[in-house]
């Protein structure tokens, strides 16, 4: 592209992307790992798709979505303007969108009850669509928070895979707001390695170099690519 031509668009490119791919390469090479080694998801709820196509253009293609809904309305137009996208649901899973998250998303980072592995395992045979899935660790046992107690990991993730049949590729957790992250993260590390588990969501804007050093293979980046989110759309987040 001509340089005249590439002005406008630069003005609007999202700079928080290269900043963030930045602060990856600097803590893999800190904590001697490869940088493939660590996906970087875009969170880009409550974005529209006019924010979205610039980091899409800018060469991100995994993004993460914390509604069903939300995303159906977004993504699919997206998903076939950009081919080779990946997107994940990071949010709450409610039984009832099971058959619509298994058929949009390729990765699933919320399960964390019978009811939602029941719902899994029946859409993933129906539709013969496999979602990467994560159970989610509520490693501070918030009581308004989802995802599964310590305590209990060991016993649900054997759950999953004999009661349910399901492939469990991960664990995810989201720390508790005001708790330093690290030892939320060594926890999930430490769970994961017992069951097996190789892969390990963890990490946000604000700690995703942390999550990398603790062996994070998936942050979960929204802020600091898109910029704020409205006040409103907080809750739940
Ligand atoms: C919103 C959200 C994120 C991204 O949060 P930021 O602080 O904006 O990076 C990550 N994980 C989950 C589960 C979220 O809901």
Redesign the pocket.
């Known amino acids: 592209m001509a340089p005249e031509n590439s002005l406008p668009i630069t003005a609007h490119l999202p700079n928080g992307l290269s900043a963030v791919e930045q602060e990856i390469a600097r803590a893999c090479k800190q904590a001697r790992r490869d940088p493939a080694s660590v996906t970087l998801i875009a ?1 880009s ?1 409550t974005f529209d798709a006019g924010a979205i196509t610039p980091v899409i253009e800018a060469g991100q293609r995994v993004f ?1 979505e ?1 509604r069903v809904q939300e995303a159906k309305a977004k993504w699919p137009g997206l998903m076939s303007a950009y081919p080779g996208l990946a997107l994940h649901l ?2 709450p899973l409610q039984s009832n969108k099971a058959k619509d998250a298994v058929a949009l998303f390729d990765a699933i ?1 919320s399960v964390d009850r019978p009811s939602i592995c029941e719902a899994l395992a029946r859409e993933i045979a129906s539709q013969k669509r496999q979602p990467q899935l994560f159970v989610q660790l509520n490693t501070g046992e918030e009581p308004q928070k989802a995802g599964v107690a310590p305590v209990d990991a060991d016993a649900f993730i054997a759950g999953c895979r004999e009661k349910y049949g399901l492939e469990i590729s991960g664990l995810m957790c ?1 720390p508790p707001v005001n708790d330093a992250p690290a030892p939320h993260f060594a926890l999930t590390a430490k769970i994961a390695a017992r069951n097996g588990l190789k892969n390990l969501s963890m990490g ?3 700690d995703f170099a942390v999550a990398i050093q603790l062996g994070a293979t998936h942050v ?5 690519i898109f910029g704020a ?1 409205a006040a409103s759309s907080l809750r739940g ?1």
């Not at 979960?220 to 600091?224: E, F, K, L, P």
């Open positions: 969170v709820k993460g914390n990071i949010g980072h989201i946000m804007s604000a979960r980046v929204g802020s600091a989110r987040a």
